[in-house]
């Protein structure tokens, strides 16, 4: 489980699949509104608030994205209210209000574009090639929808060396970020930044 602040009142959490089934759940159970289900956002609250300082105030908003052989991507937001944290851990749980979105395509974030060609030169190495990349906020978005040769997990765990899943939906980069380049993302790259290296020393 990794934890990361987005704001003073929003936290995100990333959960892959063998965390889910260390605490006993699956993808469809965070479908279900079910004591195992509090439990783990309790625990996952809890630890936020430890390591992060992150504190409960009154209900809370709870997005969960899921993403194809990767796990959950748990976007976190306190309402600002006056209630003790304590109070909130009753036995009554916290008020939440659950988002569930689910994606097939991988779509990543890099918070340097030096990340972005430190990938590219691994997947070009796996005969890779495709993949759209956008900027948006100053970060950079791969969108990989085609279908792979490579091994789903692999591919992800590839990724995940160089970047994080993305809570942004790819609609919203679509619309107001800028698409560098439209296809074929990972041979550019490797052609102009890494072969392209290569051939001026």
């Avoid at 936020?48 to 105030?57: K, M, R, T, V, Y």
């Avoid at 779509?107 to 990340?115: G, N, Q, S």
């Amino acid at each position: 489980m990794r934890l990361e602040r987005l704001t003073h009142n929003k936290i995100k959490i990333f959960l892959t699949f063998d965390d889910l089934i260390d605490r006993g759940l699956t993808k469809e159970d965070l479908w279900k509104d079910s004591f195992k289900v509090h439990q783990l956002f309790r625990d996952m609250i809890e630890e936020a608030n430890e390591e992060l300082g992150f504190e409960i105030n009154g209900s809370i908003a709870v997005e969960v994205y899921s993403l194809p052989a990767q796990g959950m991507v748990i976007i976190v937001t306190s309402q600002s209210q006056d209630y003790d944290f304590e109070e909130e851990f009753s036995d009554d749980y916290i008020e939440m209000q659950v988002t569930l979105d689910e994606s097939e395509d991988i779509f990543y974030e890099f918070e340097e574009f030096e990340h972005v060609i430190q990938l590219c030169q691994r997947l070009y190495a796996l005969h890779f090639y495709g993949g759209t990349l956008y900027a948006y906020n100053g970060r950079f978005y791969l969108h990989v929808a085609e279908s792979l040769h490579i091994d789903m997990n692999d591919f992800v765990a590839i990724l995940a060396e160089f970047g994080s899943p993305s809570t942004i939906t790819i609609h919203r980069v679509q619309e107001y970020g800028k698409k560098l380049i439209a296809s074929h993302t990972v041979r550019e790259i490797y052609q102009y930044f890494i072969n392209g290296k290569q051939a001026d020393s």
